[in-house]
T-cell receptor, first 115, second 115 residues
Framework: ELKVEQNPLFLSMQEGKNYTIYCNYSTTSDRLYWYRQDPGKSLESLFVLLSNGAVKQEGRLMASLDTKARLSTLHITAAVHDLSATYFC???????????????FGTGTRLKVLA | DAGITQSPRHKVTETGTPVTLRCHQT?????MYWYRQDPGHGLRLIHY???????DKGEVSDGYSVSRSKTEDFLLTLESATSSQTSVYFC??????????????FGPGTRLTVT
C-alpha cells in the first residue's frame, strides 16, 4: 500500500526564519506535487516535480525531489506571515487493473508564521 | 482559474437520506476525482473517473457511488448518509497522457453535515 508521510504535521515559526517540510513516500513514482490550502479554502497547486533532482522555486518557497530516497522537501526561506497555510504533498499511483492514475496525499503540514 | 464548480456548497441532511453532490468542469479534462477532507487525515480519495462511464474506487469508497455520463459532470452519491460522512468534499480534475500525470485543479468544496 502506497504511503505518503509528511513531517512535521504542525510548524510554528517566527518571521524571517528558515525551515524545511519533508515528504516521504513509499512508491517508485518519479512525480510529486505540492499544494497549498488556506483555512476554509480549496487547494491550489504550488509545484510540479517530474523527475529525480527536480528543483522548483517560487518566491520564498523551494521544492526539490530525490526519487532514489523517495523524499521531497519544501524549503521556506525568511518566512513571512502570508505563508501561513497548510501544505500538502501528493504522489501519483498507477492502478494496475485499469492502467490509470490516482493520487495519494500526505496528511499535510500546517504552517503558522508568527510576526 | 480552472473552471470547476461544485454544488451544493453547503448541505445539512439527516441520517439515512440519500445525497448527491455534483462536480462540473469546463476544461474538458479526462480525469475527475472526489476526495473527502477530515482533520488529521488530509485528503482521501473516494472515487475517480478516467472517462465517460469509466470509474474506479479510491481508499474510502464504502458507502459512496459515482457516475459520469458526460465529460463535464461527475456525481457523488451517498446512498444512505451516516454521521461518519460529515466532511468537506472536494472535486478535482486533471489532464492525462501516456505514462504521464499532471497537477490537479480543485473545486471550491462542499461542506456536508449529516445529523
Amino acid at each position: 500500500e502506497l504511503k505518503v508521510e509528511q513531517n512535521p504535521l504542525f510548524l510554528s515559526m517566527q518571521e524571517g526564519k528558515n525551515y524545511t517540510i519533508y515528504c516521504n513516500y513509499s512508491t517508485t513514482s518519479d512525480r510529486l506535487y505540492w499544494y497549498r490550502q488556506d483555512p476554509g479554502k480549496s487547494l491550489e497547486s504550488l509545484f510540479v516535480l517530474l523527475s529525480n533532482g527536480a528543483v522548483k522555486q517560487e518566491g520564498r518557497l523551494m521544492a526539490s525531489l530525490d526519487t532514489k530516497a523517495r523524499l521531497s522537501t519544501l524549503h521556506i526561506t525568511a518566512a513571512v506571515h502570508d505563508l501561513s497555510a497548510t501544505y500538502f504533498c501528493a504522489v501519483d499511483d498507477l492502478a494496475i487493473t485499469s492502467g490509470t492514475y490516482k493520487y495519494i496525499f500526505g496528511t499535510g503540514t500546517r504552517l503558522k508564521v508568527l510576526a | 482559474d480552472a473552471g470547476i464548480t461544485q454544488s451544493p456548497r453547503h448541505k445539512v441532511t439527516e441520517t439515512g437520506t440519500p445525497v448527491t453532490l455534483r462536480c462540473h468542469q469546463t476544461e474538458n479534462h479526462r480525469y475527475m476525482y472526489w476526495y473527502r477532507q477530515d482533520p488529521g487525515h488530509g485528503l482521501r480519495l473516494i472515487h475517480y473517473s478516467y472517462g465517460v462511464k469509466d470509474t474506479d474506487k479510491g481508499e474510502v469508497s464504502d458507502g459512496y457511488s459515482v457516475s459520469r455520463s458526460k465529460t463535464e459532470d461527475f456525481l457523488l452519491t451517498l446512498e444512505s448518509a451516516t454521521s461518519s460522512q460529515t466532511s468537506v468534499y472536494f472535486c478535482a480534475i486533471s489532464e492525462s497522457g501516456f505514462r504521464q500525470t499532471y497537477e490537479q485543479y480543485f473545486g471550491p468544496g462542499t461542506r456536508l453535515t449529516v445529523t
